[in-house]
């Protein structure tokens, strides 16, 4: 890059530009190649793109320079958007490497647009941080909005750099643990050694471990339960059938409520449930701490 080059490489009109089907191979794909480029594709009749496109170009800006945008109208440029299969817009991808390696549809949050260029910074090697950390800090906060999708590509990604990589293992499986896919979640725990130790994984472990061992239907104890209140072993076998549904919450709260009741009921069955409920959640969840405080609570009051 020329000293001119350097210079103006932080304004806007270098980060941001108007795309054509004539100029992708030059503005995208080549571009991408050393810094990852976002494709917004949008149409002057499109409320939706009207919201999308200023949230764009300010993360855009905010990134300071390790990524650019350009901004695609499909009437007046139909034939790449034809290439990449856009059904609906606003329609965005991100280009690394001369590829699309993310992207979304629709107006979303600012929040997740922030995650979205993050996590396409971290895929380009940017940011000064190591790549796999990145993706992994990406991954986390992606999960934290919501967005299972997008974690599971972070996590994905980071494997691909390190296959070993536990933290990594560990969320990735969780992503298909929280889609309900319990076989895929075991196979990719499963990629790590059995002795392994991270905490996503010993969650993801412990919640694969009461999904099997949980009854298939819980109405026959919930029914038990109604008739009798006092029937400790139908709300166990219901606390272990919530669980492996993954309703850790309700779960935690029948367990609870035997040991509100009989703390030492069948050798601490309820307790013992109970912890692994808790581990399955993992720690730093809002239904380990809570349900550690009142566990407290109980057996210390």
């Known amino acids: 890059m020329s000293l001119i080059g350097e210079a103006n490489a932080g304004l806007p009109g270098d980060l941001i530009k108007e ?10 794909i080549e571009a991408s190649r050393e810094q990852p480029v976002i494709v917004d594709f949008w149409a002057t009749w499109c409320g939706p793109c009207r919201t999308l496109g200023p949230a764009l170009e300010r993360a855009v800006l905010a990134a300071k320079g390790k990524v650019k945008l350009v901004k695609i109208d499909i009437d007046k440029n139909p034939a790449y958007a034809g ?11 991100g280009f690394v490497g001369g590829r699309p390696v993310d992207g979304f549809m629709g107006a979303v949050p600012e929040s997740q647009i922030k995650t979205f260029v993050d996590r396409l910074i971290a895929a380009g090697g940017g940011g000064g941080a190591d790549p ?13 909005l919501g967005d299972v999708g997008g974690a599971a590509q972070a996590y994905a990604e980071a494997l691909q750099g390190d296959p070993g990589n536990l933290a990594a293992i560990g969320g990735l499986a969780r992503c298909y643990l929280l889609g309900g896919d319990l076989e895929r979640a075991a196979e990719v725990a499963a990629m ?7 905490p996503d994984l010993e969650s993801v472990r412990a919640a694969l471990a009461l999904a099997q061992d949980a009854p ?5 104890f919930e029914r038990r339960l109604a008739a009798d209140p006092t029937d400790h072993a139908a709300r166990l076998e219901l606390a272990k059938a919530l669980a492996g ?3 850790l919450q309700e779960a935690a709260d029948h367990l609870l409520a035997i040991i509100e009741r009989d703390r030492d009921w069948n050798d601490g069955a309820a307790r013992k ?10 720690p730093g969840s809002d239904v380990a701490r809570q349900g550690r405080r009142r566990l407290s609570s109980l057996l210390f009051s």
């Open 192 to 198: 790590a050694p059995p002795d392994a130790k991270n």
């Open 216 to 220: 298939s239907d819980g109405a026959e």
């Open 83 to 93: 290439q990449m299969r856009v059904q609906s817009i606003p329609a965005v991808f």
């Open 132 to 144: 796999a950390e990145q993706l992994l800090a990406l991954a986390k906060e992606s999960l934290e």
């Open 19 to 28: 795309g054509s089907d004539a100029g992708f191979p030059r503005d995208v």
């Open 273 to 282: 449930q109970l912890l692994m409920v808790f581990e399955a959640a993992g």
């Open 245 to 247: 549904q993954g309703r």
